[in-house]
T-cell receptor, first 114, second 109 residues
Framework: SAVISQKPSRDICQRGTSLTIQCQVDSQVTMMFWYRQQPGQSLTLIAT?????????ESGFVIDKFPISRPNLTFSTLTVSNMSPEDSSIYLCSVEGGLNTEAFFGQGTRLTVV | KNEVEQSPQNLTAQEGEFITINCSYS?????LHWLQQHPGGGIVSLFMLSSGKKKHGRLIATINIQEKHSSLHITASHPRDSAVYIC???????????FGKGTKLSVKP
């Protein structure tokens, strides 16, 4: 199993600013996933973060807007840059144990951009 | 593209009722996860299934591989079961999960 500490849990930010979300895992994991959940919607993958390499972004998400760091096997950050109200969402990090194993999630960051 | 479809979108029940939430998925998915999301946004894993049936307390999850269908059942529902229940399949191109839209369950006392 894995326990993920994600912070902040929520924030209200001014448009044009940036927010960095942190996830700390209590064990070493190869892959970490960052998801966005817009209001009333399902979770959408932003990118996959592997230690020692650049993050792999899904279509519609770019590094300039959502830079990700993965300095070691237990930690990752996602930055939401130059925020606009459309970025208001819940952001979640996740680790999955591999094929046919349980998934674990951070507590989520509820972001409101005003 | 792998997909997961979930129904119903919203569900209201009286305390004590038996509840069923359904999930259908596409060919490229080999394991199905049932997750619970509370209002704060955090997600807890309930079950991971690749075959058969699993039970934990009042929660039961089943999967039919041939029909590519899974169900989550809650027996003797209680107001504390009120949450969003999400099914997710493991068929993402990056090893990620693909999520259904969720079922918002409200159990009234």
């Amino acid at each position: 199993s894995a326990v993920i500490s994600q912070k902040p849990s929520r924030d209200i930010c001014q448009r044009g600013t940036s927010l960095t979300i942190q996830c700390q895992v209590d064990s070493q994991v190869t892959m970490m996933f960052w998801y966005r959940q817009q209001p009333g919607q399902s979770l959408t993958l932003i990118a996959t973060a592997n230690q020692g390499s650049e993050a792999t972004y899904e279509s519609g998400f770019v590094i300039d807007k959502f830079p990700i760091s993965r300095p070691n096997l237990t930690f990752s950050t996602l930055t939401v840059s130059n925020m606009s109200p459309e970025d208001s969402s819940i952001y979640l990090c996740s680790v999955e144990g591999g094929l046919n194993t349980e998934a674990f999630f951070g507590q989520g960051t509820r972001l409101t951009v005003v | 593209k792998n997909e997961v479809e979930q129904s119903p979108q919203n569900l209201t029940a009286q305390e004590g009722e038996f509840i069923t939430i359904n999930c259908s998925y596409s060919v490229g998915i080999s394991a199905l996860h049932w997750l619970q999301q509370h209002p704060g946004g955090g997600i807890v894993s309930l079950f991971m299934l690749s075959s058969g049936k699993k039970k934990h307390g009042r929660l039961i999850a089943t999967i039919n591989i041939q029909e590519k269908h899974s169900s989550l059942h809650i027996t003797a529902s209680h107001p504390r079961d009120s949450a969003v229940y999400i099914c997710a399949g493991d068929g993402g191109s990056q090893g990620n999960l693909i999520f259904g839209k969720g079922t918002k369950l409200s159990v009234k006392p």
